[in-house]
C-alpha cells in the first residue's frame, strides 16, 4: 500500500507496493561475503543444533556457557531475537567461525500491524562477525504508515466530461525505524521521517463519463500509483445540465425566465405541478427549492458564460457551502 516509488526517498526502504512496504527490500548485510552455514564440529562435547525456533509468548533465556570441541577451540552460543525478545533462532559456533545471518529466516519479521501500518526487519541491535564470545543479537523494525490527513474537497461536478479531481487531499507516509542507539531509558532511539505523497495518489474510476456511466452519483477509490491496495473512497455526485431547464442545451436568459414563471406560479396556485426533470434542473443552488434566487443565477452564469472561451463551472458562480440549507 505504500509505494515502490518512494524508495530514493528512505534509502533501502521499500514502501507499500501490492501486498509489501517492502517487498524486495535488500538485505542489510552484504550476502556475497558471508559463509553459508555455521560451522559445527564433530566431537563436540554438546549437541550443536542448527535453527530453533520458538512460539512463547515470553522472552527466552538461552545458556551462555561454553564448552571446547576436539580441536581445543571453544564453542559460543548465537542467540537471535524478534522485535519482541523472542528466541527466532540459536547456533552453536566454535571460536573464530564467521555468523551467518543469512540463516535467520527474516520473512517471520515482516507483517501488517493495520490496513495503512507495515512493520519489517531493518537492522540487528548488534553485529558481531565472529564467534568470539556468546552473543544475544536483537532484530530491530521498521515500521510504514499511511494517513489521509484532508479528503478531497470536490464531491459536486455538473458535467459528466474531464476527470475526477483529488484537491484538496492530503496524504502522507511517515517511516519509523528502531537504530542500535539506546536511550537514558535502555530504550532503541527510533529515527522519524515523514514524507507528502499525495502526488503520488490516482482516483479510480478516474474518468467522470466512466464514474457517472450508470448513476448521478458514485464511488472513487483512491490509490497510491501502481499500488493495488486502496487508501480510502469517497462519493461524488453529477448535476449534468444544470440550469438548462428547457433542454437546448444551452443555459441563457430563456432559461431563466422560464424558472421564474414555474416559481410566480407555484407561489400563485398550489395545484400548479411541475415535473422532477424541471425542478432538479431549475434548483441551481441547491437548497430544495425554485425561486427568483435560482433564475438570478441562472442569469449570472449565462452572463459570464457569454463572455468565457471555456466552459464556466457551477462552482464558480454559486458558494455551495455558503447557500446550503442551515440543518
Not at 201 to 230: H, M, N, Q, R
Request: net charge negative; aromatic share 8%.
Amino acid at each position: 500500500m505504500i509505494i515502490k516509488k518512494f524508495i530514493l526517498a528512505f534509502s533501502s526502504l521499500m514502501l507499500i507496493s501490492g501486498t509489501s512496504i517492502f517487498a524486495a527490500q535488500a538485505e542489510s548485510v552484504d550476502v556475497n561475503s558471508l559463509p553459508t552455514a555455521p560451522k559445527i564440529t564433530a566431537g563436540e562435547t554438546t549437541t550443536a543444533s542448527s535453527v530453533t525456533s520458538t512460539s512463547s509468548s515470553t522472552t527466552t533465556t538461552t545458556s551462555t556457557s561454553t564448552t571446547t570441541t576436539t580441536t581445543g577451540l571453544r564453542n559460543y552460543h548465537v542467540t537471535f531475537l524478534d522485535f519482541d525478545g523472542k528466541v527466532m533462532a540459536a547456533f552453536d559456533i566454535e571460536e573464530g567461525d564467521p555468523i551467518n545471518y543469512t540463516a535467520v529466516d527474516l520473512k517471520s519479521l515482516h507483517k501488517h500491524i493495520d490496513v495503512n501500518t507495515e512493520q519489517d526487519f531493518s537492522s540487528w541491535d548488534i553485529h558481531p562477525d565472529f564467534a568470539d564470545n556468546d552473543y544475544t543479537i536483537r532484530a530491530l523494525s521498521k515500521t510504514a504508515t499511511i494517513s489521509v490527513n484532508k479528503m478531497p474537497t470536490k464531491t459536486r461536478y455538473f458535467s459528466t466530461k474531464g476527470n475526477v479531481m483529488l484537491e484538496g487531499l492530503d496524504v502522507s507516509i511517515k517511516m519509523t525505524v528502531q537504530t542500535p542507539e539506546k536511550d537514558q531509558n535502555g530504550n532503541y532511539i527510533i529515527n522519524e521521517t515523514t514524507m507528502d505523497i499525495t502526488s503520488s495518489c490516482a482516483a479510480s474510476p478516474s474518468k467522470l463519463s466512466e464514474a457517472f456511466a450508470k448513476s448521478d452519483t458514485a464511488d472513487i477509490t483512491v490509490y497510491p500509483i501502481g499500488d493495488k491496495k486502496a487508501l480510502f473512497k469517497f462519493k461524488i455526485s453529477c448535476y449534468n445540465n444544470l440550469g438548462d431547464v428547457n433542454g437546448d442545451g444551452h443555459v441563457d436568459s430563456s432559461d431563466a425566465s422560464a424558472v421564474l414563471t414555474a416559481y410566480a406560479s407555484l407561489a400563485a396556485s398550489s395545484t400548479y405541478t411541475i415535473s422532477d426533470k424541471f425542478a432538479k434542473l431549475a434548483d441551481v443552488d441547491l437548497d430544495g427549492q425554485i425561486d427568483a434566487r435560482d433564475a438570478s443565477y441562472i442569469l449570472k452564469y449565462y452572463a459570464e458564460s457569454s463572455v468565457s472561451a471555456s466552459a464556466i463551472d457551477w462552482d464558480n458562480i454559486i458558494d455551495y457551502v455558503a447557500s446550503a440549507p442551515k440543518k
